[in-house]
């Protein structure tokens, strides 16, 4: 008797293959690593954990990736989703247009900063996955990245804040690009990012920061984007 496969057979990929169906109320890394590549299309002000819980929060993002790219949007990931996610990945799990590299000026291993190494590389590939899907959203035009991750000593040089995201890798600086630095921070929003920081707000009128924090904080008012948050924070240069 043969046993019927949950999902059909996926091709390989050198970053990472997905060897089942994933549905909400299913768990494990594989769930993880599929939210790390939706994370960028939680709704707006969402924010997807990345927990490897399959909820209606994770349903929802997998749906949105599925229309976005023009899937069927049923909210499960099977084949053609998986499929789309190798297209848009290289192979060390990066979205094909962003790299390590530009999320990183200040030194080559990742160190020094707030967190360890490993996490603020892992904090920054999660970036660039929403940043992956903002670009998509805005037309597919390039998303200029200003720099990322620092170092204490590389934040401190260049008069960073103390408690800077840039520290903990999970920060990046945009420049105007095409779309403008106004039209960077309203789709931001959309896009998973807790912290946008724009013109208007003091330090980020030649750049728009985005980043992840705890609580919900939003300025750019030349650009309409609101104060939103339970906390003043210091300048995040």
Known sequence: ????????????????????????????????????????????????????????????????????????????AGPAT??????????????????????????????????????????????????QAMRHAMGDRPIDVNGGFRSVACNNAVGGAPASRHLYGDAVDLGAGSQGFCALARQARNHGFSEILGPGYVGHDDHVHVAHRSTRFWSAPSCGVSREGVEELPVDR
């Open 1 to 76: 008797m043969v046993t019927p496969a949950s999902a059909d057979p996926a091709p390989l990929d050198a970053c990472y293959t997905w060897g089942r169906t994933l549905s909400e109320g299913t768990s494990g890394d594989d769930v993880r690593q599929l939210q790390i590549r939706v994370a960028g299309y939680p709704g707006y002000g969402g924010v997807l954990a990345l927990d490897g819980q399959f909820g209606p929060g994770t349903k929802a993002a997998v749906t949105r990736f599925q229309q976005a790219y023009g899937l069927g949007a049923d909210g499960i």
């Open 82 to 131: 998986y499929s789309k996610i190798y297209e848009l990945q290289d192979n060390d799990c990066t979205p094909v247009n962003f790299s390590y590299d530009e999320l990183n000026n200040c030194n080559s291993d990742w160190s020094g900063g707030n967190v360890s190494a490993a996490t603020a590389r892992a904090n920054a590939l999660v970036s660039m996955w929403k940043l």
